[in-house]
C-alpha cells in the first residue's frame, strides 16, 4: 500500500515536471506577451499581484511543512508539547498585519491601472474608432472613419490608440484580444468603450469570452495590425473591389450562423447607432464610455430624444 | 397542452438514461414491496423530524449528486480532450455544463453542508433537535424535490443550456424558449425556499437552543461558521428568490425585467444574481472552514489558537461577501471608480480568510499531530487553498482580471477554492462525524487510495487549467479547431486535464466503496468518543438516540467534553447521580413531504406552462400548510423508564466510560 502511494507521489510529480518544460514557450500563453501598452500595463499588474502573492504562499507553505513534522504524534519525539498554548496576540497582530499591508500596496497599483485603462494609451494620436457588433455568431466590425465594415476580422493601424465601441445584437458577449490587452462586454442596447493599440505588427487572436448559445465556440476573430499606410491602402482596397452591406445584407447577417471572413465596401448610414437604439438604447445617455471625447457617443446621444 | 417534445430524444446517452432511471425505479418499488419496507419507509425517513436522520438524507442525497455533476465534467472533459471533437454536440455540451455548475453549488455543495449542520449542530450545543423540526423536514424535502425537477430535465423537455447563472437576454424565452430553463428556474426556486429556511432554523437553533450553561463564547467553532453562514444566507436567499421569480414573470407573463426592450435591464439580473451568488460561495466555505477548526484541534490534540480571531474573521466574510458582487464583471462597463472599491473589497476579504489559515498552523504548533482522514484532508486543504486564494486575489485585481475573466484561468480558480476548500472540507467532516451519526469509521486503507487519487487528479485536472485561461481559452466552448489546439498549445493541456478529471472520478469511486465496505467491516466505535474529541458530541453514544442527551450536559468553558474527561482522569472522580426526567420531543409528520410533492406538481406544471396544473400544485400546498396549522398534536413525552432502557443498552455494549448511577 505505501509503496503505491510513494509510487503515486512520484509519477504526480514526474507529471508537475513535465508539464512545466512543455510550457516553457512562452509565446503560447499569449496574455502574458502582450503586443501593445494596455496589455502590457495588464501584464505588469499580473506580475505585481503574483509577487505579492508569493510573499504570503510561500513561507506559510514551509512553515506549514515544517510544523506538520515536527509536530507529528510519533512515539519518542521530544518537541515541545503546550495543550494549553492558545493565544498570543502579537502573533496576531503580525498576521494581521502582513495581509493588510499586501492588499494595501496591491489595491494602490490596481486603482492606478484601472484608471489608466480608461485612457487612450498615448495621448498625441488621433486615435482610430472601430464599432464591433456580436451577433449570433459572428462579429462586425464598422468603421465610421472609413466607411467600411468587416466580418470576423478586423484590420487595425498600429501604434495608434483604437477606440473600441461595442455593442452587441444577440445575448450580451465579451470582446477579448488578449495581446492587445483585457476585454469588455458587448450589449444589446448599450454601447460601451475599449482602448486598445497594437504596437507591433501581426495578426491577433481575438474571441468571444461570455457564452451566447450554439455557434457560441465559433466565435473566434482576428486582428490584424498593419502600419499606417497599409491600413489606408487596406480601406481604400475594400472600398474598391468588395461588395457594400446592404440593409438586406445585415439582416441576413445578424440570421442564427456561423460565417467566415468578410469584407465590405459600405455599411447603411448610422447601422451601429442603429442597433443600439433598437435593443432599446434609451439607457444611452448613462452609458459609461472610456473615450469621453467620441464624436460618434455624442452625435447620438442627442439625436435620441426618447 | 403541447407534449411534442415532452421526452428528450434522439440521443444514445440519454435513452440509456431512460432505461437505467425507469429500471433502478422498478427495482426500488419491488425490492421495498418484497421487504414489505414501505411502513418503515414512510414511519422512520419520509415523516422523521429528527435533524439526525434529516442529516442522513441530505448525505446520501448530496453524494448522490456529487456522482450526477461529476459524470457532466467527466463528459465535458472527454469532449475536450482532443480537438474538433465530435463526442457532444454544442447544444448537448451546453445543457451538461449548465446542469454541472447548478447541480454541483445547489444541489451537491448545498445539501453536503445542510447534511453537517444537521449531523452535528445539535450535538455539539447540546440540543435535543433544531428549533423547528417540521421545518426542517420541509426544508429537506423541498431541496429533494427540486434536485428531482432539476434532474428530471435531462429525460424530460430538455435541460437548460444558458449557464449556471442564467445570464438574460440568452435566458429569456426569445434566445431560450422551451421548459428547459423553466426546470432550472423552478428546481433552484423550490430548494431555495428550503435553504432560507434552513438558515432560519439554524440561526434560531444555535442562539435559543444551547444547553443553558453554554455561552455563545463557549461555542464549537464550526458551531459559529454555521451560524455566520446561516446570516448570509438570511441576507442573500431572498435575493435568489425574487430574482427568480421576475424572471419567471418575464418568461411566462411576457414581463421585461431584463430584456433592454421595454425598459428593462439584462445587468439588474446581473447584479441580483451575484449578490446571491457571491455570499452564496462564502456560504459554502464557511462551514468548511469551522469543520477544519474542529478537525485541526481533535488531530493536534490542543486548544483552538486565537479563537476571537477566529470567530471575528468568520463573522467578517460573512459580512465582506455582501460587498464583492461586481467583482463578477469588472469587465461590464461599470465606472473606474466602481471598479476600485469592488476590487478592494474583494482583496480585502481575503485578510481574514489568510488569518484563519495562520490559526490553524498555530493551533498545530506544540502539537501532536494525528495524520487521520479527517487531517489529511486538512492538510490537503491548505496548501490548495493557499494558491486558489492567491489566484482569487490576482483576479481581484480588476484590470488583470479584464484578461482572466471567462477564461479558463478562472475556471481552475473557482474549482481550486470550491473543491480544495468546500469539497475537501466536507470531506473531512464526512469522515470526522461519519462515527458519530453510524457507529463505525470508514475503511482507511481505501480512504488513502481515495485521497490520494482525488489529490492527483485534482493537480493534474486544474493546473493545465491555468495555462490554458493565459494561452486564450475561454470557458463553456464545446470544441475548438486544430489550429487552436496544436498551434496555440491547446490541445496537450486540455487532454492532461481531461486525464485528470477522470483520475478524480476514480478517487470518488474508492470513497464509495470504501463507505459500502466499511458498512460491513468498518471498525465499529463503542466508546462514543472515536477521535478523542473535545466538543460534546462526543459525550454521547455513536449513534445518538433519538433524544440525543439523556440529560442536557453542563458546560464550563471552551471544548466542555475535553475538560470533562480532564475531571474523569482524576482518580477520586465521582460523576454526579444522574436524574432522568421526560424528554420532550416533537412528533413525526407526514406533512413536509407531501407539502413537498405537491410542489413538485406545481413546479412541474408552469415548466410546461401548464397552468392549471401548476395551480392545483400551488393549491395543495396552500391545503397542506391550512391543515398542518391546525394540528396541535405535535409533540409527546419519552417517559424516564424508557430513556433509561435506552441508556442502559447504549451504555452496556462496550467500555462507554460515563455510567449512569
Known amino acids: 500500500m505505501n509503496k503505491w502511494i510513494q509510487y503515486s507521489k512520484y509519477s504526480f510529480f514526474s507529471l508537475l515536471v513535465a508539464m512545466l518544460v512543455t510550457g516553457c514557450d512562452r509565446s503560447k500563453y499569449i496574455v502574458l506577451d502582450p503586443k501593445g501598452p494596455v496589455g502590457q500595463q495588464e501584464l505588469d499588474l499580473i506580475i505585481i499581484s503574483v509577487i505579492l502573492c508569493a510573499i504570503i504562499i510561500i ?55 484601472t484608471i489608466n485603462l480608461t485612457k487612450p494609451p498615448v495621448k498625441d494620436v488621433k486615435p482610430v474608432v472601430v464599432q464591433v457588433t456580436s451577433l449570433d455568431w459572428k462579429w462586425l466590425f464598422t468603421y465610421p472613419g472609413q466607411k467600411v465594415a468587416t466580418v470576423n476580422y478586423a484590420v487595425i493601424p498600429t501604434g495608434v490608440p483604437i477606440q473600441f465601441v461595442l455593442t452587441s445584437d444577440a445575448p450580451m458577449n465579451s470582446f477579448w484580444v488578449p495581446q492587445l490587452g483585457g476585454q469588455e462586454y458587448t450589449m444589446p442596447g448599450m454601447s460601451m468603450g475599449l482602448w486598445l493599440q497594437a504596437d507591433k505588427p501581426g495578426n491577433y487572436f481575438g474571441s468571444g469570452a461570455n457564452f451566447t448559445g450554439r455557434g457560441f465556440a465559433h466565435m473566434q476573430f482576428r486582428v490584424k495590425a498593419v502600419s499606417q499606410a497599409d491600413f489606408n491602402l487596406w480601406a481604400a482596397g475594400l472600398k474598391k473591389s468588395s461588395p457594400a452591406l446592404t440593409k438586406a445584407g445585415y439582416g441576413d447577417l445578424s440570421k442564427p450562423g456561423n460565417v467566415k471572413e468578410l469584407s465590405f465596401s459600405s455599411y447603411p448610414k448610422n447601422l451601429y447607432e442603429n442597433i443600439v437604439n433598437k435593443n432599446g438604447g434609451i439607457y444611452y445617455h448613462h452609458m459609461h464610455n472610456m473615450g469621453d471625447s467620441m464624436e460618434m457617443q455624442k452625435t447620438t446621444m442627442h439625436k435620441h430624444n426618447h | 397542452m403541447n407534449t411534442s417534445g415532452f421526452f428528450v430524444t434522439g440521443d444514445p446517452m440519454i435513452y440509456g438514461a431512460d432505461v437505467s432511471i425507469v429500471l433502478a425505479t422498478v427495482a426500488i418499488i419491488a425490492s421495498l414491496t418484497y421487504l414489505k419496507k414501505w411502513g418503515w419507509l414512510w414511519k422512520e425517513w419520509l415523516t422523521t423530524v429528527d435533524h439526525k436522520k434529516i442529516g442522513i438524507m441530505y448525505l446520501l442525497s448530496a453524494l448522490l449528486m456529487l456522482f450526477r455533476g461529476g459524470v457532466d465534467a467527466i463528459l465535458m472533459r472527454l469532449q475536450l480532450a482532443v480537438p474538433n471533437n465530435r463526442f457532444l454536440a454544442s447544444d448537448h455540451y451546453n445543457e451538461i455544463f449548465t446542469t454541472h455548475g447548478t447541480i454541483m453549488i445547489l444541489f451537491m455543495a448545498m445539501p453536503f453542508m445542510f447534511a453537517l449542520f444537521n449531523m452535528v449542530v445539535p450535538l455539539q450545543i447540546g440540543a435535543r433537535d433544531v428549533a423547528y423540526p417540521a421545518l426542517n423536514a420541509i426544508s429537506f424535502w423541498f431541496f429533494f424535490i427540486g434536485a428531482m425537477l432539476f434532474n428530471l430535465s435531462f ?26 430553463q423553466n426546470f432550472w428556474i423552478w428546481g433552484i426556486q423550490i430548494s431555495g425556499i428550503g435553504s432560507l429556511a434552513t438558515g432560519i432554523n439554524f440561526i434560531v437553533t444555535i442562539l435559543k437552543m444551547r444547553t443553558p450553561s453554554m455561552r455563545l463564547r463557549d461555542m464549537p467553532l464550526f458551531t459559529w461558521s454555521v451560524l455566520s453562514s446561516s446570516i448570509a444566507i438570511l441576507g442573500v436567499f431572498p435575493i435568489l428568490t425574487v430574482a427568480l421569480i421576475m424572471l419567471t414573470i418575464d418568461r411566462l407573463f411576457g414581463g421585461h425585467f431584463f430584456t433592454m426592450d421595454a425598459g428593462g435591464n439584462p445587468m439588474m439580473w446581473v447584479n441580483l444574481i451575484w449578490m446571491w451568488g457571491h455570499p452564496e460561495v462564502y456560504i459554502v466555505v464557511l462551514p468548511a472552514f469551522g469543520v477544519f477548526s474542529e478537525v485541526v484541534a481533535t488531530f493536534s490534540k490542543k486548544h483552538i489558537f486565537g479563537y476571537a ?42 485578510i481574514p480568510t489568510g488569518v484563519k489559515v495562520f490559526n490553524w498552523l498555530f493551533t498545530m504548533y506544540r502539537g501532536r499531530i494525528r495524520l487521520t482522514q479527517p487531517m489529511l484532508w486538512f492538510c490537503a486543504f491548505v496548501p490548495c487553498f493557499l ?82 485561461g493565459f494561452m486564450g481559452m475561454t470557458r463553456r466552448i464545446y470544441t475548438y479547431n486544430q489550429s487552436a489546439g496544436w498551434n496555440m498549445g491547446w490541445a496537450p493541456l486540455n487532454f492532461i486535464s481531461s486525464v485528470g478529471a477522470f483520475i478524480m472520478g476514480l478517487g470518488f469511486i474508492f470513497q464509495v466503496w470504501q463507505i459500502l465496505y466499511s458498512i460491513k467491516h468498518g471498525e465499529r466505535d463503542t466508546t462514543g468518543d472515536a477521535w478523542d474529541g473535545r466538543t460534546l458530541e462526543w459525550s454521547i453514544p455513536s449513534p445518538p438516540p433519538a433524544y440525543n442527551f439523556a440529560v442536557l450536559p453542563v458546560v464550563h468553558g471552551r471544548d466542555a467534553w475535553w475538560h470533562q474527561k480532564e475531571e474523569m482522569r482524576i482518580e477520586d472522580y465521582k460523576p454526579d447521580p444522574v436524574k432522568y426526567e421526560p424528554i420532550h420531543m416533537p412528533k413525526n409528520t407526514g406533512i413536509p413531504f407531501i407539502m413537498s410533492c405537491f410542489f413538485f406538481v406545481a413546479g412541474f406544471g408552469f415548466t410546461f406552462e401548464w397552468y392549471w396544473m401548476g395551480i392545483i400544485g400551488l393549491i395543495g400546498v396552500a391545503i397542506t400548510l391550512f391543515i398542518r396549522s391546525f394540528q396541535y398534536d405535535t409533540d409527546f413525552y419519552i417517559p424516564v423508564d424508557e430513556i433509561e432502557r435506552t441508556e442502559k443498552d447504549l451504555r452496556s455494549h462496550g467500555s462507554f466510560h460515563r455510567t449512569a448511577t
Open chain 2, 155 to 180: 429525460v424530460i423537455g430538455g435541460s437548460a443550456d444558458s449557464g449556471w447563472l442564467a445570464y438574460p437576454p440568452l435566458s429569456e424565452d426569445q434566445f431560450s424558449p422551451g421548459p428547459g
Open chain 2, 309 to 350: 480571531s477566529m470567530v471575528f474573521s468568520m463573522i467578517a466574510i460573512a459580512v465582506v461577501s455582501y460587498y464583492t458582487w461586481v467583482h463578477h464583471f469588472f469587465t461590464m462597463g461599470a465606472g473606474a471608480d466602481v471598479n476600485i472599491v469592488f476590487a478592494i473589497c474583494t482583496m480585502i476579504i481575503a
Open chain 1, 59 to 113: 513561507p506559510v507553505t514551509a512553515i506549514f511543512v515544517y510544523i506538520l513534522i515536527r509536530f507529528r504524534d510519533k512515539p519518542g519525539n521530544n518537541a515541545p508539547y503546550q495543550p494549553e498554548w492558545q493565544d498570543s496576540k502579537v502573533l496576531e497582530i503580525v498576521w494581521w498585519g502582513i495581509p493588510v499591508v499586501i492588499v494595501a500596496i496591491l489595491g494602490v497599483y490596481t486603482a492606478k491601472t
Open chain 2, 387 to 468: 494558491v486558489g486564494g492567491a489566484t482569487g486575489v490576482m483576479l481581484a485585481a480588476a484590470p488583470a482580471d479584464y484578461q482572466y475573466h471567462n477564461s479558463y484561468f478562472l475556471i481552475a480558480h473557482f474549482h481550486q477554492v470550491l473543491i480544495g476548500g468546500v469539497v475537501f472540507g466536507y470531506l473531512a467532516g464526512l469522515y470526522y462525524w461519519w462515527p458519530k451519526l453510524f457507529g463505525f469509521k470508514l475503511n482507511d486503507r481505501l480512504g488513502q487510495w481515495g485521497f490520494w487519487l482525488w489529490q492527483i487528479g485534482f493537480y493534474v485536472c486544474f493546473m493545465p487549467q491555468y495555462a490554458l
